[in-house]
């Protein structure tokens, strides 16, 4: 049977269609599947030529950004026969590493022969069976490869891509010294209130502790209040004493 295609359409077109519809019914495009991106990656391999500006504007990016990650240039063809195996082997070689956070699988911009290779079924199974999570960024922003809607994040351009992959260090830094002022603040004020609090108990305890003067003026006043009935006592019981002597000299 003779396959119709629709007027205008390239048997080319017409495969990487079919070729879709079969990697989507396979669940390479899931969403659900696709992984996050580590926050702060420590090593990120970059597959792409060595040559052109989309290794030197990846650098660029991630130096200004986040100049603290480890960038490795994992060479390959982008463009022609042999682009789509040196891809494949390259995400091959990279999942046998066992320190990396993240791959970029770039290329600058071209036609829809150039970026063939990135619609290679062989490509796309290289990165649904990649070890570590992938951006694409190939071409143009307009340009849209199966290697883009297989990975797990599509960038319009390799620069994209590389702000995509790093944090900006300069908005770490403002929101550690955010966090770290708020902090101080918050430890500024405990220790005013428990310096407040502090100082109320002294006050509460001076308030309540007995006034040891005034019982001392207390015990003053009973003692000589004491010693003068005593000695009112004693001199009654002397001049009884003495009228007792008195009496028994008469008798």
């Known amino acids: 049977m003779d396959l119709v295609q629709p007027e205008g359409v390239g048997e080319s077109t017409i495969e990487m269609e079919k070729l879709k519809a079969k990697l989507s019914a396979e669940g390479l495009f899931s969403e659900s599947r696709k992984r996050s991106l580590p926050q702060f990656p420590k090593k990120i391999a970059v597959i792409t030529s060595p040559y052109g500006s989309v290794w030197h504007d990846i650098q660029n990016v991630v130096s200004r950004r986040y100049p603290i990650v480890e960038l490795i240039l994992v060479e390959t063809l982008v463009q022609g026969d042999e682009a789509s195996n040196g891809i494949t082997n390259s995400f091959a070689k990279l999942n046998i590493e066992d320190d990396l956070d993240l791959i970029i699988l770039a290329r600058g911009g071209g036609s829809a022969e150039e970026l063939q290779p990135f619609n290679a079924e062989s490509v796309a199974r290289a990165i649904y069976s990649s070890k570590y999570p992938v951006i694409s960024a190939i071409g143009h922003e307009t340009d849209y490869t199966i290697a883009d809607m297989v990975s797990d994040y599509r960038a319009p351009t390799p620069s994209a891509a590389a702000e995509l992959a ?3 260090i300069l908005e770490i830094r403002s929101r550690i010294h955010s966090n770290l002022n708020y902090s101080l603040s918050l430890i500024e004020n405990s220790i005013v209130r428990l310096r407040q609090d502090v100082n109320q108990t002294i006050s509460d305890l001076k308030r309540r502790q007995p006034n040891t003067s005034l019982w001392k003026q207390k015990t003053d006043e009973l003692s000589s ?11 009654i019981v002397k001049e009884r004493l003495k009228s007792y002597e008195t009496f028994l000299n008469y008798c």
Do not use: E, M, N, S
């Not at 209040?225 to 001199?235: G, V």
């Open 166 to 168: 790093v944090p900006d």
């Open 225 to 235: 209040k004491h010693k003068t009935t005593f000695q009112y006592q004693l001199t």
